[in-house]
């Protein structure tokens, strides 16, 4: 069983910035990726990021590309998205989430989520 807890999500102003932190705890002795998945009201969730266990390869979603990065501390367990240029219609609750093996577009793949941090783009 893998625990997966985020944090650093809050409300934030256009143009502004925010760091994610997923940090996982348990059964992690396998090679495994790390993506970043986000829902908006009344909207299915979406593919953000993902990561390999190296951290030398990622996967963007083509409305974060430039404005996204995402890394991670093996060491630690736990992956990052720093997020800049932050528009309103990245407004969603953002989900971290691990599955064994490389990295992934589908959701459906992954393994293990964690319950969700709040991100809101306003002024």
């Known amino acids: 069983q893998v625990d997966l807890v985020e944090s650093g999500g809050g409300l934030v102003q256009p143009g502004g910035s925010l760091r994610l932190s997923c940090a996982a705890s348990g059964r992690t002795f396998s090679i495994y990726a790390m993506g970043w998945f986000r829902q908006a009201p009344g909207k299915e969730r979406g593919f953000v990021t993902a990561?390999?266990?190296?951290?030398?390869?990622?996967y963007y979603a083509d409305s974060v590309k430039g404005r996204f990065t995402i890394s991670r501390d093996n060491a630690k367990k736990t992956v990052y998205l720093q997020m800049n240029s932050l528009k309103p219609e990245d407004t969603a609750t953002y989900y971290c989430?691990?599955?064994?093996?490389?990295?992934?577009?589908?959701?459906?793949?992954?393994?293990?989520w964690g319950q969700g941090t709040q991100v809101t783009v306003s002024s």
């Open positions: 990561i390999s266990y190296s951290g030398r390869s990622a």
């Open positions: 989430a691990l599955r064994w093996g490389d990295q992934s577009y589908s959701d459906a793949s992954y393994n293990y």
